[in-house]
């Protein structure tokens, strides 16, 4: 079947497919750029944007100071511009990403705006102020949910006190990389697997009205595309996939991560967060089960629930320092987060034939044997 496009808001997107915002700096202006230039909608993540752009901010010990540098507006905004100059200029859409348990997310959601961010997406809580932050018909909203429940919440709330629904709805199973929006044990049931929260959503958004509701997690090809949309979806996020490009933004140490990865390696972990976050077990992981990790200093004051490092040293580890260190291709101190499919890439390709693959079907070359052994170039 021929993909349909997908519209959010006033923006028509030419293929039901929106790459996930991944920080830090997996998803920034290369990656997303590019996504938007091939059809689909790239995504900005908006979090350790001083990583990028160190010239603009206070370090200290090598780290972004305070969520001032950490998530910052300098840095932020030039990775939008210049993403939107690779999509193909002023009039590209561009989405950002923005998690909602960031320190300063207001300040963050008025930072993209400014910057020209058509689509604002949310995720690591329910993002009951977005449109207060972002009152602007023109910019759409996309909460992350992993409920139907979650949705109603959202609905009610922006409906009563802002008189304005969702422009779309991203619903998030738990194989996903990164943060999951459910507890440990709740993502290995059935009720909370994606197939089985897809129609819920759908269900509840048929009482609020049409907006289209977003797939994510573990999507992998357009067998699976196709497969949500037939459950009601009106397209899909995908993550994971773009790092296998030689255009995301992420350190070749970090692909190489990937690549070398076994499905095994991939695991639900800890997280300063407060929910579990799926990623690659590597040094750093056993280092942590040992207690032999980085000491946890909190430089950045990245996210609220870490409560300015307390909840990191129960957990043994700085997420913002880790997360850091992998951008900067740190391979033994980096926190490296993948889909459960990550180990299923096997070698790099461009995004263009990504998109060609997902969109028609033709093999782009990244999924081989994994007894083939790949190079990172």
Not at 274 to 299: F, S, W
Not at 305 to 334: M, N
Request: proline letters at 6%; a neutral charge.
């Amino acid at each position: 079947m021929a993909l349909p496009s997908l519209k959010i808001g006033q923006y028509e997107i030419q293929y039901p497919i929106i790459q996930g915002g991944m920080g830090v700096g997996i998803s920034w202006e290369n990656l997303a750029g590019t996504v938007s230039k091939y059809g689909g909608l790239g995504v900005v993540s908006s979090v350790g944007t001083g990583y990028r752009h160190p010239n603009y901010i206070k370090l200290k010990d090598g780290r972004p100071v305070g969520s001032k540098y950490i998530h910052n507006r300098e840095a932020l905004q030039r990775i939008i511009r210049d993403a939107k100059e690779i999509a193909g200029g002023e009039k590209a859409v561009i989405g950002v990403n923005i998690l909602y348990a960031i320190t300063d997310y207001g300040r963050v959601v008025r930072d993209s705006i400014e910057a020209g961010a058509n689509i604002i997406i949310t995720g690591a809580g329910l993002p009951l102020r977005l449109p207060e932050y972002a009152p602007e018909p023109h910019v759409a909203l996309v909460p992350i949910v992993s409920s139907a429940r979650a949705l109603r919440i959202i609905c009610k709330h922006w409906k009563k006190k802002y008189n304005r629904l969702p422009d779309a709805v991203v619903v998030e199973g738990p194989k996903s990389g990164g943060h999951q929006g459910i507890p440990y044990e709740d993502c290995f049931k059935p009720e909370f697997q994606l197939e089985n929260l897809v129609p819920e959503v759908v269900k509840e958004r048929d009482n609020w009205g049409d907006f289209p509701v977003i797939a994510a997690g573990g999507i992998w090809d357009k067998k699976d595309i196709e497969f949500y949309l037939s459950l009601g979806a009106a397209g899909v996020q995908m993550g994971t996939r773009f790092v296998g490009t030689y255009e995301c933004d992420a350190a070749p140490e970090f692909k190489k991560v990937i690549i070398e990865s076994k499905k095994e390696d991939i695991q639900l972990l800890k997280s300063p967060v407060g929910y579990p976050a799926r990623g690659i077990v590597t040094k750093l992981i056993k280092d942590i089960e040992l207690g032999q990790a980085p000491e946890v200093k909190c430089t950045s004051n990245c996210v609220v629930p870490c409560g300015h490092g307390e909840e990191a040293k129960k957990v043994g580890f700085c997420i913002a320092d880790r997360l850091g260190d992998a951008y900067l291709g740190r391979v033994q101190t980096g926190l490296f987060f993948s889909g459960s499919n990550g180990y299923r890439i096997k070698r790099l390709v461009s995004v263009k034939d990504l998109m060609r693959e997902l969109v028609e079907g033709i093999p782009s070359g990244q999924d081989v044997p994994e007894e083939e052994t790949a190079e990172v170039k």
